[in-house]
C-alpha cells in the first residue's frame, strides 16, 4: 500500500487530499482500490486548470475545495474553490511587479480560461471577489451512481491509506461508561474494515513486557526514562492503580509497532486520559532509536497513533438501568405504537428497537459531549417525528423500500438520463456518502456519519418521495437503501448486532461509580475549570497605499491545546481540539472596517470564555478587500501557541496581554486578559423612560457584549455612561464597585438617569451553574 512520508507520527493517517499531491501515488492508490472518490476527481480536474494557469509560479499549489451547505449550495453551487487567496499571495510573491495590483477577479478569470473542460463539472462561476464555483454535471452523476450500484457497496467505501489498524482501550481500569466506549469502538472498527483496513486488537506478551520494564523502571511510585520522569501514580488512587498498567501499554504500543507492524494504532478512552495516552505515545516514538529495543533494526516506518477520547457521565450505568426499568414498564407495551409496521417489515423486536435506539443516541452525539438518556430524552426519542433518531431512519427505510416495490422492474443500470432539480442535489448527497466516511474514519468522529443518514433521509423526504415516478427516482431510490443498509450496519443499528442492552450493564451498588484518574503524565497540567482566557478587541491595520475602508472576513479562534473545554461550551475540531470563535465571518458575511480600527468581540461562539491550562492556541486567519473588491489582502493567517506556564507559576491571579501578529499586508492586535479563578457573568440591561422620553423602547436593551468573566473574589468597577448624540447631553454618568463572590448569585444595580432609569442585572455562575 502506497504512503507518503508523513511526520506526524501523532496525528491521523494520510487523507486523500494529501495523497493527491503525489500523482504516482494517486494512480498507484486508485488503481489498488478499483475505484476513486467525488473529491480525488474533482480535485484533479481543477489541478490541471491551476497548474496550467501563470506558470511556472503555481507548480505545486494545489486546488482546495470544499462542499457547500445547502443554504449555500443553491446560491452558488455545489462545490467552492477557496484557495483564491492564497494563489493572490504566493503570485505577488513571485513577481510583485506584474501582480502587486492585479486583482482576484482577474486570476481568476485566467483560471477559467484554462479550465480543461470535462464530463463532471458544469462549469465553473465567478461568486464574489474570485472565489470559484461549480456544479457536477447531473449526466455524469447517474453514470457513476449506476456503475456504484453494478460494482456493489465496496464501489462507495472511502479509500483510507492505512494497511493494518489497531483499535482497542489502554490497560488501566478506568472506563465507568463502559456501553458508550464499547459502541464507539466497535463503530469505528467496522468503518475501517469497510474501508479496506485490517483491524485488530493489540496485544501484550511477556517478552515486551520485560524489555518495557526494563527500558522504563519504576521508581517509588513514578515511572522514568533514563533520568526523564515520565509519570506519576496518584496517592490515594484505586487499588488497582499499578505501575504494571503503564507497562502494560508501553508493552503494548511496542506489539503493534514492530510485531504487528500496525501503520495506525487507536485507543479509545475517556477525554480526561488525553494527556496519559498521549505521553505514551510520545515515549513510543523513541523505541526504534535503541539498538537493545528494537525487535527489527531495520524496521523504522513508525505507525500513526491516534487517541479516540470521548465525554464520561459518571453515572451511565445507573441511568441505564433507569431507562431499562422504564422500557420494561411502560415502553415495551408502546414500542408497537411508536414504531408500528417500520419495525415489523424490519424484523426487529422489541428489545432490539430499544438497544438500537439507544446506541444510535450515543453514536449521533459529539464524542465530546455527554451523553447519558434520561426517561424524558427517551420519549424524544421514540418519536420518530422529532428528528435525528433512529426511529426516523427506520421509517426513512421503510417508505425507500417502498418506493422500490412500487415500481417496475426496469434495467436501471442502461438507464443514461441526467438528474435535474432537487433530484440532482439528492444525487450529489448519494455520492457525498464516500467523502464523509472518510471523513468520519480520519478524525475518528461517527456522529458524522449519523449526521449524513439523517440528511439524506430528511432530504429523501423532501426531494424524492414527493416527486412523480421516473426511472431516476427508482435509481435514487435503488441507491439510497444501498447506502442506508451499509450506514445502519455501520453504525450496529440492525438486528445482527443487537445483543441485548442488559449484556452491558453491571450489577448495580447503590451508588454512583467514582471517576478516578489513576495515573497522570508528568508535568502536570493545570487544569483549573474555572480559570479563563477572554479576549476583548482587536487593532486592524492595513499596510497597502490607498486602502481606506474595506470589508473584513475570516475567523479569530481560541483553543485550549491541552484537553477538552469545559463543559463541552465549544465545537471541536478534526484533531479534538475544542474552538471558541471570538470573529467568524465568511466573505458572504464580511463587515465593514476602516484602516487602523478597533473591533470590539460580542459573545464569543461558546457563549463563556475559554478555561486554559498550560497553553493556549490563538488562530488568525483574517483577510480584507477593498470597498469596490478589486483588490484583495490576506492579512493574517496564522495558529500561535501561547505559552501560559509562568503566569500559572507565578503570584498574580490576573494578567492582561496583547497578541500581536504582523504581515505582509498589516498586522493585528488582539487584547486578551488572563484569570486564574474566575467567575461567568450573564449581563443584562432594562430601560425603562419616562413619557417624553421616546428615543429608546421600553424594554431590555441589546447588549454588544453579554457574557464575560471577572476575577473571583476580587472587586470589579461598573460604569454607566449614556449620552444624547445630537445635544451631547449627558443623561448617565454613574460608576459602582462589587466583589464578584460565587456565591453571590444576582446583582441588581439601579442607574437613575434624566427622565429615565435602567436595571443592570448581573447574574453570577460557577461551573456553568447559576450561584442563585
Same mark, same amino acid.
Given at each position: 500500500?502506497p ?14 487530499e ?31 486548470? +491551476?497548474?496550467?494557469?501563470?506558470r ?23 462545490y ?14 513571485q ?22 473542460k ?5 462549469? +465553473? ?6 472565489f ?36 482497542? =482501550? ?25 474501508? #479496506? ?27 522514568? /526514562?533514563?533520568?526523564?520522569?515520565l509519570?506519576?501514580?496518584?496517592? /490515594? *488512587? ?35 486520559q ?19 529495543f ?31 426499568g422504564?422500557f ?7 414500542c ?12 426487529y ?9 439507544i446506541?444510535?443516541?450515543? +453514536? ?10 434520561d ?23 421503510k ?19 441526467t438528474?435535474? #432539480? ?65 450506514g445502519?450496519?455501520?453504525?450496529g ?5 443487537s445483543?441485548?442492552l ?28 474555572s480559570s479563563?482566557?477572554? +479576549?476583548?478587541?482587536?487593532?486592524i ?5 490607498? =486602502? ?13 491545546t491541552?484537553?477538552?473545554?469545559s ?7 478534526? /484533531? ?40 493556549i ?20 493567517s ?22 500581536s ?16 479563578? *474566575? ?17 429608546l ?14 476575577? *473571583? ?7 454607566? =455612561? ?29 442607574? /437613575? ?20
Open positions: 500500500m504512503r507518503l512520508p508523513s511526520k506526524r507520527s501523532t496525528e491521523n493517517p494520510t487523507t486523500t494529501e495523497v493527491i499531491k503525489d500523482p504516482t501515488t494517486t494512480k498507484e492508490v486508485i488503481k489498488k482500490f478499483g475505484r476513486s472518490m467525488l473529491s480525488i476527481d474533482i480535485t484533479l480536474q481543477l489541478n490541471a486548470s +491551476l497548474q496550467n494557469s501563470f511556472p509560479y503555481l507548480k505545486d499549489e494545489l486546488c482546495v475545495c470544499k462542499r457547500l451547505d445547502e443554504g449555500r449550495l443553491k446560491k452558488y453551487g455545489d467552492l474553490c477557496c484557495n483564491i487567496l492564497r494563489i493572490c499571495e504566493i503570485l505577488r510573491s513577481d510583485p511587479n506584474r501582480f502587486r495590483h492585479t486583482s482576484p477577479k482577474t486570476i481568476a478569470k485566467e483560471i477559467m480560461v484554462n479550465f480543461v470535462s464530463d463532471m463539472i458544469r462549469g +465553473l462561476t465567478l461568486v464574489d471577489i474570485g470559484l464555483a461549480f456544479k457536477i454535471n447531473g449526466e455524469w452523476m447517474v453514470e457513476r451512481i449506476q456503475k456504484n450500484l453494478k460494482d456493489g457497496i465496496v464501489a462507495w467505501a472511502p479509500m483510507v491509506c492505512a494497511k493494518r489498524a489497531i483499535v482497542d =482501550f489502554p490497560a488501566q481500569d478506568i472506563d465507568v461508561d463502559g456501553v458508550r466506549s464499547c459502541y464507539i469502538r466497535d463503530t469505528f472498527v467496522r468503518m475501517l474494515e469497510y474501508s #479496506g483496513v485490517e483491524v485488530s486488537g493489540k496485544i501484550c506478551n511477556d517478552q515486551s513486557l520485560l524489555k518495557v520494564k526494563k527500558y522504563f523502571p519504576e521508581e517509588q511510585g513514578t515511572i522514568r /526514562k533514563k533520568e526523564e520522569l509519570f506519576v501514580i496518584k496517592e /490515594k *488512587a484505586s487499588h488497582n492503580a499499578h505501575a504494571n498498567y503503564v507497562h502494560e501499554d508501553l508493552a503494548s504500543l511496542w506489539c503493534g509497532i514492530y510485531e504487528q507492524k500496525a501503520d495506525w494504532i487507536v485507543y479509545v478512552t475517556p477525554v480526561r488525553r494527556d496519559y495516552i498521549r505521553k505514551c505515545f510520545t515515549a513510543a516514538k523513541d523505541y526504534y532509536e535503541f539498538e537493545d528494537a525487535a527489527d533494526r531495520d524496521f523504522k516506518k513508525h505507525p500513526t497513533m491516534s487517541y479516540l477520547g470521548y465525554r464520561t457521565s459518571g453515572d451511565e450505568q445507573a441511568k441505564l438501568f433507569r431507562l431499562w422504564a420494561q414498564s411502560y415502553y415495551k407495551e408502546a408497537d405504537s411508536y414504531v408500528g409496521e417500520a419495525m415489523m417489515a424490519s424484523v423486536s422489541r428489545e432490539q428497537v430499544f438497544e438500537c435506539l446506541k444510535y443516541a450515543y +453514536l449521533k452525539t459529539h464524542k465530546y459531549s455527554e451523553c447519558a438518556l426517561v424524558q430524552g427517551l420519549r424524544e426519542e421514540m418519536r420518530f417525528t422529532q428528528g435525528n433518531n433512529f426511529l426516523h431512519l427506520l421509517e426513512a427505510r417508505k425507500i423500500c417502498s418506493v422500490i416495490e412500487d415500481s417496475s422492474s426496469r434495467d436501471l443500470l442502461k438507464l443514461n438520463k438528474f435535474v #432539480g432537487k433530484e440532482r442535489e439528492f444525487g450529489l448527497l448519494l455520492l457525498q456518502f464516500t467523502e464523509v466516511m472518510e471523513e468520519a474514519c480520519l478524525t475518528l468522529m461517527p456522529h458524522l456519519l449519523c449526521e449524513y443518514l439523517f440528511s439524506l433521509s430528511k432530504n429523501f423526504t423532501s426531494y424524492i418521495l414527493e416527486a412523480q415516478p421516473s426511472e431516476t427516482r427508482v435509481l435514487l431510490c435503488k441507491a439510497a437503501e444501498v447506502v442506508m443498509e451499509k445502519f450496519d455501520l453504525l443499528i440492525t438486528p445482527k448486532f445483543k441485548g442488559t449484556s452491558y450493564l453491571r450489577p448495580q451498588t447503590g451508588k454512583a461509580m467514582a471517576i478516578r484518574d489513576h495515573y497522570i503524565s508528568y508535568p502536570v497540567s493545570r487544569q483549573n475549570p479563563r482566557f477572554e +479576549l476583548f478587541s482587536m487593532f491595520s492595513v499596510a497597502r497605499n490607498g =486602502f481606506e475602508m474595506g470589508e473584513l472576513f475570516g475567523s479569530v479562534t481560541v483553543s485550549d491541552c484537553g477538552l473545554l463543559h463541552g461550551w465549544c465545537k471541536v475540531d478534526a /484533531k479534538g481540539c475544542g474552538h471558541v470563535a471570538h470573529f467568524n465571518h465568511d466573505f458572504d458575511n464580511s463587515i465593514g472596517i476602516r484602516d487602523t480600527c478597533f473591533l470590539p468581540f460580542g459573545n464569543p461562539g461558546s457563549r463563556h470564555s475559554v478555561a486554559f491550562s498550560d497553553s492556541k490563538m488562530g488568525v486567519h483574517l483577510s480584507v478587500t477593498t470597498k469596490k473588491k478589486d483588490a484583495c489582502y490576506q492579512l493574517c496564522c495558529d500561535h501557541d501561547i505559552e501560559l506556564g509562568d503566569f500559572w507559576d507565578g503570584t498574580e491571579s490576573v494578567k492582561r496581554n496583547t497578541f501578529t504582523r504581515g505582509i499586508n498589516g498586522c493585528v492586535s488582539i487584547f486578551y486578559i488572563l484569570i486564574k479563578d *474566575a467567575v461567568d457573568t450573564s449581563w443584562s440591561l432594562w430601560y425603562e423612560p419616562e413619557p417624553t422620553m421616546c428615543k423602547e421600553k424594554g431590555y436593551q441589546k447588549l454588544r457584549r453579554s457574557t464575560v468573566a471577572v476575577p *473571583a473574589n476580587e472587586t470589579f468597577k461598573i460604569r454607566a =455612561f449614556l449620552q444624547d448624540d445630537d445635544s451631547r447631553e449627558v443623561i448617565v454618568d454613574e460608576t459602582s464597585k462589587y466583589v464578584a463572590i460565587p456565591k453571590a448569585g444576582s446583582i441588581e444595580m439601579l442607574i /437613575k438617569g434624566k427622565n429615565c432609569y435602567f436595571k443592570l442585572i448581573v447574574d453570577l455562575t460557577v461551573d456553568g451553574k447559576n450561584c442563585g
